[in-house]
């Protein structure tokens, strides 16, 4: 039977020569042109990533590997009595884009379950830190502490060969997949539950032993495959994804890249926004002394926080139109399993309050909920009540996407990532100001 590692081999052996024609043949071919705006503007929708692992279209969502959400989640193996997949088959997927079967998901899942064991001296660094700190700061910390782990370090020094770099690579990046759930529940029963823990157990699947750890019932086995899956991957700009890549671009090993990574995911107006959507809610509750308000009183709330200068967190998107197919998951998912939850109804009401108030405020380009509108809600439902965690949950499930595409970042070759900055005179010149 093939491992994952030997399909990948044969995939990236059949992409290497599309990629080297391209660059070879095609190489001055114009794939698009760079405004002011865009310079200035955070290089907003300049096409100059490339990815096969996901795409996202402004109308209708993300893609895994040509795959909706919901295909992904219909065609990958789930296991017994779970409605929600495998995150293993997930990796996979995002790895080979196949569909692996229940056989070749089993593989992945013990591959994981082998490499799990997280080494002492990353506890001793992760029980250092105050309890005051905020759980991504120890999150990317814990990871940044694996870097002496490195299988690609090791190899590089010895002298690895180019074509061999993404081998070493799927080996780290394995290794830290594998351990990151472990270390996010230690983190969080570090700051929440007063260091009290509760031990992996081997048999069980990534959703599943995070639950187990976080001492949570089901359903939350299938909340944590959910949210792992769709948090993976959001193609190559959003700044989580595009630091691990810039990152890795350096050669810098997967536990670098991927630390860093999590520091941009834990801005604001990234990653952050789930645990800032809480918050918010909470403010609103606290006001209205936990009644739902009416429509004109969250109307009213809405309005302050955009007049005193404040972002709806949980609304507008850098590339998406509509509402996030990754919202309406979670929406679905509420609907089905917490349609009375206090916040569920909150977050409901604000669905139907903010797009019309985003649109008469006239700014957001898109008015719509992106998904950290909904994951806090399904957290705190089931009792992870310390928003402050919600980023790190977020990050795991980022962490997959990323290290597949640096994966292939290796396979493929991609070189050193260096655009070229350019000074405001420059700029005025080319306005034609100056
Ligand atoms: N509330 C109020 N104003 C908003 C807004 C919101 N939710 N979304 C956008 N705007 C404003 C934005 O601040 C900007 O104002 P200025 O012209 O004064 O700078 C204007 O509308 C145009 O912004 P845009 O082009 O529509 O969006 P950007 O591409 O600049 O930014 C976001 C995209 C996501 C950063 C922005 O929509 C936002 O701040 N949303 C709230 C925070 C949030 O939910 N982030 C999570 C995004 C999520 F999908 C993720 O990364 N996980």
Redesign the pocket.
């Known amino acids: 039977k093939k491992t994952l590692k030997q399909t990948l081999s044969e995939k990236i052996d059949k992409q290497r020569p599309r990629t080297k024609k391209l660059l070879k043949e095609y190489g001055d071919v114009v794939v698009d042109q760079v405004t002011i705006a865009q310079v200035i503007g955070g290089m ?1 929708g300049i096409k100059s990533l490339v990815t096969d692992i996901s795409y996202l279209d402004p109308e209708e969502g993300i893609r895994y590997r040509g795959y909706t959400l919901e295909e992904v989640i219909e065609g990958l193996p789930k296991p017994k009595g779970g409605d929600m997949p495998y995150v293993e088959g997930l990796f996979y997927l995002l790895l080979t884009g196949d569909f692996p079967n229940q056989e070749e998901v089993q593989q992945v899942v013990d591959e994981f379950s082998k490499r799990r064991i997280v080494p002492r001296f990353v506890y001793d660094v992760i029980d250092s830190f105050p309890t005051s700190s905020h759980p991504m700061a120890i999150f990317s910390t814990a990871i940044l502490t694996l870097n002496r782990e490195s299988v690609f370090n090791r190899q590089y020094q010895a002298g690895l060969s180019k074509k061999d770099y993404w081998e070493a690579t799927y080996e780290d990046a394995l290794n830290l997949l594998a351990k990151l759930p472990e270390i996010a529940a230690y983190i969080y029963n570090k700051l929440y539950r007063k260091g009290e823990r509760i031990l992996s157990d081997p048999n069980l699947d990534m959703g599943a032993n995070f639950a187990q750890m976080m001492g949570i019932e089901k359903p939350y086995d299938d909340v944590s495959r959910l949210h792992f899956i769709i948090h993976s991957d959001h193609e190559s700009g ?1 700044v989580s994804a595009h630091t691990g890549h810039l990152v890795a671009s350096s050669l810098s090993d997967i536990y670098l890249s991927i630390s860093a990574m999590i520091n941009g995911l834990a801005g ?4 952050l ?2 645990q ?1 959507v809480l918050r918010w809610l909470q403010e609103v509750m606290n006001k209205m002394d936990n009644k739902l308000p009416s429509t004109e009183e969250m109307e009213q709330f809405v309005w302050n926080t ?1 007049n005193s200068g404040q ?8 590339v998406l139109r509509k509402t ?1 197919p990754r919202y309406k998951l979670q929406r679905e998912f509420s609907q089905k399993h917490l349609p009375d939850d206090p916040i569920f109804k909150y977050a409901d009401l604000l669905y139907k309050v903010v797009p019309p108030i ?1 649109q008469k ?1 006239g ?4 008015p719509w909920p ?3 509108a909904q994951s806090g809600v399904i957290q705190w439902h089931y009792g992870v009540k310390d928003y402050d965690f919600y980023t790190v949950l ?1 990050g795991i499930g980022r962490s997959i996407g990323i290290c597949a595409n640096i994966i292939w970042d290796r396979a493929l070759g991609y070189p050193l990532e260096r655009p070229k900055s350019v000074t405001t005179d420059m700029l005025e010149k080319i306005a034609g100001i100056k």
């Open positions: 907003r959003n604001p107006l990234h990653g926004a789930n800032e955009l972002v709806i967190p949980g609304f507008g998107h850098a996030d985003l405020h700014k957001a380009k898109n992106n998904v950290d977020f």
